[in-house]
Structure formats: structure tokens, C-alpha cells
């Protein structure tokens, strides 16, 4: 089982409020909230519906442009390994195993230099593993991350579709709708 849940810090009357620019210009084209991705049980990041905490400030478009990027990859890829924003020594290592994923989190600091949050080199040494090896479907995987980006732009539509048309969020667009078709 794979599940994403997110939480947007701002509240829909705030986002409707934002311009764009003032979007791109004061808030850097993102917002910000909780989210927490679920493999069988083992998770990365965090989320609690009940709690209104700023201190928990995930970059939300930032991380469905790179899921979005990650299901994208394993298209053309049998390993793809996605860097934690916060912590540049934290992946999350997608190995393809037919239509299957083996889903690893890891430590590993001799790739904190590379500056793509995203790669298919292959992950010869490993400095820990914090979690290893849930197994989900390449199908399930792409399916929630198609799913939960469309309800959050479906979101960011309804409270203001100016913001839409950022910079941020035309990377995120254009990845979703490639992986969007490609489901059908």
C-alpha cells in the first residue's frame, strides 16, 4: 500500500487573497504544509490532520513536482532515487522489479552533493538504511501520485487558479500531465 497525505499551512482564504506575484515574489512560488508518504506502514515526512503547526514546512509544490518527476522516471528507469529537501543525505530509493517497487529509505552522504533532487545512478553503498524493501506496485505508485497531485491543483484552482500560472507550478503541471496520460 502506497498513500500520500499532505496539509497546506495557509488556509483557503489566505490563499485566495495571494496575487501572483506576491506568490511567486514573497512566498518563492510554494506553499508549504505537512506531508507524509506511507510504504506498507514505514513513512517519510509528516502529517496530522488536528495539528496547525508551521514548524512542520514541507515545500508542497516542490514535493508533487518530484513525486510527479520520480513516477515519470520509472518509466524509462529500473532504480530512481529521490533526495529529501531538508535533509540532502536522506533518499528514498525506488527499485523496479517487473511491475513491483522495492521502496528503501536511506542515509547516504556521498550523494548530498548532487544537485538534482532526483537520480538513476545505481546505489552501490549505502550509509543506512532507516527502512527497506516495502514492496508496492509501479501501477499503485503512479496512481496516487497522479491522484493526490490532481486533487491538490484541483485544490489551488478552486481558492485561486492565478497561481497556476507560476513558474513552480508549470514545472508540476507539465510533469503531471505526462504521467497522467501515460496511466490511461
Not at 496530522?48 to 518530484?66: A, I, K, N, Q
Not at 543525505?89 to 521502496?103: A, H, P, Q, R, Y
Request: charged share 30%; with cysteine.
Amino acid at each position: 500500500m502506497f498513500k500520500i497525505r499532505y496539509k497546506p499551512n495557509i488556509g483557503d482564504e489566505a490563499l485566495k487573497s495571494v496575487t501572483l506575484d506576491d506568490f511567486i515574489d514573497e512566498m518563492g512560488g510554494e506553499i508549504t504544509g505537512h506531508i507524509l508518504l506511507e510504504f506498507n506502514g514505514s513513512t517519510v515526512g509528516f502529517y496530522d490532520e488536528d495539528l496547525d503547526l508551521d514548524m512542520f514546512e514541507e515545500m508542497l509544490v516542490c514535493w508533487f513536482d518530484l513525486l510527479n518527476e520520480t513516477a515519470k522516471l520509472l518509466l524509462e528507469h529500473d532504480q530512481v532515487a529521490l533526495k529529501l529537501i531538508e535533509n540532502p543525505s536522506e533518499w528514498i530509493l525506488f527499485e523496479k522489479n517487473g511491475v513491483n517497487l522495492s521502496v528503501s529509505f536511506v542515509e547516504r552522504s556521498e550523494l548530498s552533493r548532487i544537485e538534482n533532487y532526483t537520480s538513476t545512478e545505481k546505489f552501490n553503498n549505502v550509509d543506512k538504511y532507516i527502512w527497506r524493501g516495502e514492496k508496492i506496485s509501479l501501477e499503485q505508485f503512479r496512481r496516487e501520485v497522479v491522484q493526490v497531485t490532481d486533487d491538490f491543483i484541483e485544490y489551488v484552482r478552486d481558492c485561486n487558479a492565478s497561481l497556476l500560472s507560476s513558474p513552480t507550478f508549470h514545472s508540476l503541471l507539465e510533469l503531471f500531465y505526462i504521467n497522467k496520460t501515460a496511466l490511461k
